[in-house]
């Protein structure tokens, strides 16, 4: 280990930039679907190494800090470059039109993320020493960076370090305590902990901080194994689940001569298997229709006629308002009961950039760029988070697409929900790893908020969760099926669902205080 934190130190232009990519890139490892999160106990502390090196030129701020923002970045652009590339998989749906963006997407994506990673490493570098606090200081400094890369600019918290601690439901169960936020700085401080065994600059090598690192997982597991032991939520009675996954190719689902063949889909889909019932919870994806349901009442005169008296759909769909001066399309979830009456409507407040709308909108439109989904002048977000009501089961938060991946930010005020309930179309993104790392943090926000979650996906993954986030039944990738399953009950709330931010801020305050006593004791011993 110290050669190769030597050649790591000492390492200078391409090699150095190399190294930073190589680690970063591995690091991706960690994440669904592999979860081969022990490789970030070897890159980790690869970064720390870079750090080390980062030597400033002790004239001005930039240039005494564009080393550790070069490693940082580079790191930064591997990691994101190796969990994202399948993002390029959406430009390919309509290749004739958007085919030509799709690699100035792939590397442009991770390479604007990895700028949140340069700033985390320059946060660590102004706390940093040669003694073990040094990790504290990256921890700190990479958790602060997590938690802006999840806020600033609408938020992208995709494949967060922290997930690295959520592999196997064991795991999982950590987000329930810490949540996502304040798991991405443990995870840092556990994995980068291994550093202090290659002596900095001279200094005593340390065995005890990777040792505390290695029973922090240990620890973090059997908390899940006994929190597992204890959890049996039941189910609610007399409320079935059926999730209807089409399995619709996105680039027929808009062509007007299939429009017909994409309705018989959902409804076969739906009568398939044992019979609806009054108790049934029927739920299809987001986007179900290639049309304005509102505008087709035959279509709401054919889900009446599916329905039992007592049963209810909840889907994802298209809203157009045409009330204003200007008219106004929404990504929503309709309630519709057994008579084919709309009862609610949610319009997603949390919109995907460049997807559904296009930031500067008019000024881009004007120079002939489009978002995917091709709606002249994009959709319109709504204006606040809530809970629908149900006629015959617990009131849910609804949640669209990657609304969900957003810690501490699935549930709206007041009156605590009785699940969450999740309508995506993963479509977009084929067989690719993409729907998987959805489908885990979805997952994770029934952990951390302890409640069950009912995902339904065009393609999949679709599926019941209990608030564990143990998998009560599910679909296959890429394949027509329907997830019948009974809906569990909620769980107590958490300490991350009561606490949230505050869990974040205490760590972090503790970790910079570490870094501090770290860098002034090596200060007063020079």
């Known amino acids: 280990m110290d050669r190769l934190a030597d050649w790591v130190v000492l390492s200078w232009g391409w090699r150095r930039r190399l190294a930073a990519f190589g680690a970063g890139a591995a690091s991706a490892l960690a994440q669904p679907p592999f979860f081969i999160f022990p490789v970030l106990w070897l890159t980790l502390p690869i970064l720390v190494w870079l750090l080390d090196g980062a030597v400033p030129a002790r004239v001005g701020f930039t240039r005494r800090y564009l080393p550790a923002f070069a490693a940082g970045w580079w790191f930064g652009f591997g990691y994101f470059l190796a969990g994202l590339w399948w993002i390029g998989a959406a430009f390919l749906v309509e290749a004739d039109v958007f085919g030509w963006m799709m690699p100035f997407a792939v590397v442009a994506l991770p390479a604007g993320l990895a700028l949140f990673w340069g700033v985390g490493a320059v946060l660590a570098r102004l706390a940093w020493s040669d003694s073990p606090a040094r990790i504290f200081a990256l921890a700190a400094g990479l958790g602060v960076s997590e938690w802006l890369r999840a806020t600033l600019f609408t938020g992208f918290p995709w494949n967060a370090i922290g997930y690295a601690l959520t592999a196997g439901e064991p795991m999982m ?259 690719t790893v993409g729907p998987w790392q959805h489908f885990h943090q979805a997952r994770v926000r029934a952990v951390e908020e302890g409640l069950p979650l009912i995902r339904a996906a065009n393609t999949g993954v679709s599926a019941v969760v209990d608030p564990f986030g143990r998998v009560v039944r599910r679909s296959t990738l890429g394949e027509p099926a329907v997830v019948d399953a009974p809906l569990p009950r909620a769980g107590s709330p958490t300490a991350y669902s009561a606490w949230g931010g505050w869990i974040l801020l205490t760590i972090l305050s503790f970790f910079v205080i570490f870094a501090g006593f770290g860098r002034r004791r090596r200060s007063s011993v020079r």
């Open 173 to 431: 169960q950590s987000a329930a305590l810490f949540g996502v936020p304040a798991l991405n700085v443990l995870a840092v401080a556990i994995f980068a902990a291994p550093a202090a065994m290659a002596p900095a600059a001279g200094a005593r090598r340390h065995l005890v901080l990777p040792a505390f690192g290695v029973l922090a997982v240990g620890g973090l597991a059997l908390f899940g194994l006994v929190r597992l032991a204890n959890g049996e939520p039941g189910a609610v009675p007399d409320v079935q689940v059926r999730i209807v996954q089409p399995a619709i190719d996105q680039a027929q689902k808009w062509r007007p001569e299939n429009r017909l063949s994409v309705m018989d889909a959902y409804l076969e889909l739906s009568r398939s298997g044992d019979a609806l019932s009054q108790d049934t919870l029927l739920v299809w994806p987001e986007s179900a229709f290639p049309f304005v349901l509102t505008r087709e009442p035959s279509v709401l005169a054919q889900i009446g006629d599916l329905l039992p008296a007592g049963a209810t759909l909840v889907t994802g769909a298209a809203r157009v308002d045409d009330t204003g001066e200007a008219r106004r399309v929404f990504n929503s979830i309709y309630v519709i009961d057994d008579r084919g009456v709309i009862a609610d409507a949610y319009d997603k407040v949390h919109l995907v950039p460049f997807g559904e709308y296009l930031p500067m909108q008019r000024l881009l439109e004007g120079l002939g760029i489009e978002q995917l989904t091709r709606l002249p002048g994009g959709f319109e977000a709504g204006r606040f988070r809530r809970s629908m009501l149900l006629p015959s089961a617990p009131p849910f938060a609804p949640l669209i697409c990657y609304e969900i991946i957003f810690p501490g930010a699935v549930l709206p005020d007041g009156p605590r929900p009785g699940f969450l309930l999740n309508v995506t179309n993963d479509a977009w993104f084929g067989r």
